[in-house]
């Protein structure tokens, strides 16, 4: 990985794309500490209260925390995103448009942009409100409006910084920007551990179950993240005048973990739901107060062993339905048969189809497996080491940084590829 990174900054273009992906996460970076004006101490309690409120602090680069102009972060963004991408599969119009090559992606992109401004109003509008009744002071409704505009604002100039990172650098910029937000955060976290060994709170070997931990995680991620089942492809022999085609032998790659981190995603957000309507109901009533009982004990944490089950059962859940998603069986199917391939072994047609559904559902589950393992994992590590606060030692966070790194090594890998057959061509 470091040989291909010096190797790339060796190349004019790529050190160009390489050096403009970092600017714009200096750039990003100065966003974080400009804050949206709201004072008031109750604010900072409500941020260290963990839970969905620290999961998206540990997505937004502590701006959450800080509450600045990208406390919203890129999740409105995410979340037009995937909204759009189930909506193509479930419309058909949508899903003729897709195909249409880059006039049809233009206009699908458009309309996700202005989703996630609606997204981004209707959450900042939320997120405000929720913070009023925790005991967040604003100054009066024209504030609160103007904190609405800032949040949305933010979310808009982080969606066009994500897009020019994916037209002028390297990589999905997106995914970039979640992870410049994680990696952000880091020296903070690794400040405060520093700070917890002087003062005596935590031991070495603490520390160094922490460090133990970080390691295998990683290279755990990175295994499950690489894996893939090879299904070997047998193409058809074509005779064109005293000439033949065809015949060779490849494979179709099918990933262990194809979903990523979005059933994690889905699965948390789905799981804090009821707290979050648990807080705008009346407290002293009967409705609210059972609301907000069932709700805390939904939350997954040591103390809520249920919470956790229904954690994990709804990150496998969500695993095998984004995977039957994105991978279409009977599409792949089909066009095997149109470009006249086939699986050694099968037929065609309906058993490749039924064969590919198999392989699937078993190497979906193993991924899903995996993927309720690690988000357990952030719950469990930190109290088993016991040391709390590092975000990045399991779950999530990790997942998203391992992936994300993986991604642009390949994408760097890639462009150099091309550059060596033009270099070979010219």
């Known amino acids: 990985m470091l040989a291909s990174v010096l190797a790339a900054f060796r190349v004019p273009d790529l050190r160009k794309r390489i050096t403009f992906v970092f600017g714009m996460f200096a750039v990003y970076v100065v966003g974080l500490h400009i804050p949206v004006a709201v004072s008031g101490q109750a604010f900072e309690r409500l941020a260290q209260a963990g839970g969905l409120i620290g999961l998206l602090d540990a997505f937004t680069g502590g701006a959450f925390k800080k509450f600045t102009i990208f406390a919203l972060g890129i999740i409105p ?17 949508l899903e003729q448009l897709a195909k249409e090559g880059e006039p049809g992606q233009k206009k699908i992109r458009l309309w996700t942009r202005w989703m996630t ?75 405060q551990i520093a700070t917890k060994l002087q003062a005596g709170s935590i031991h070495w070997y603490n520390a160094a179950g922490l460090l133990i931990a970080f390691v295998l995680t990683v290279m755990a991620i990175v295994a499950v993240t690489q894996a893939q089942r090879k299904i070997p492809i ?73 919470g956790m089950l229904v954690y994990a059962a709804l990150v496998v859940f969500f695993t095998y339905f984004y995977t039957a998603v994105t991978f279409n069986v009977p599409e792949v199917a089909e066009n095997l048969k149109k470009w006249g391939s086939f699986i050694p072994g099968i037929r065609p047609g309906k058993p490749t189809m039924e064969y590919l559904d198999k392989v699937m559902t078993r190497i979906t589950l193993a991924g899903a497996v995996f993927l309720a393992l690690i988000a357990l994992a952030q719950f469990v590590i930190p109290e088993m080491v016991g040391v709390t606060g590092f975000t990045l030692v399991g779950g999530t966070s990790l997942l998203i940084v391992v992936g994300v790194a993986l991604e642009t090594m390949q994408a760097i890998e890639s462009q150099m590829l091309m550059r060596h057959y033009e270099g070979f061509i010219k």
């Open 234 to 306: 047998q193409h058809v022999k074509k005779v064109v005048g005293n000439k033949v085609y065809g015949g060779q032998s490849s494979y179709l790659p099918l990933k262990v973990n194809s979903a990523g981190v979005i059933p994690i995603i889905f699965a948390i957000s789905l799981q804090y739901f009821p707290l979050t309507i648990a807080q705008f109901l009346p407290q002293g009533t009967w409705l609210g107060s059972h609301m907000k009982t069932f709700a805390e004990r939904l939350i997954p944490t040591l103390g809520h062993p249920e």
């Open 117 to 191: 401004g609606g997204l981004a109003i209707v959450q900042a509008s939320g997120m405000t409100l929720y913070l009023r009744s925790a005991g967040v002071e604003f100054a009066g409704p024209f504030q609160i409006v103007q904190v609405v505009i800032s949040l949305a604002a933010g979310t808009a100039f982080l969606m066009w910084l994500g897009e020019l990172i994916t037209d002028k650098g390297i990589g999905n910029g997106v995914s970039l920007i979640i992870f410049a937000g994680i990696m952000a955060s880091l020296p903070f976290q690794l400040a």
């Open 77 to 93: 963004y995410i979340n037009a995103s995937i909204i759009m991408q189930l909506l193509t599969i479930a419309i058909p119009q």
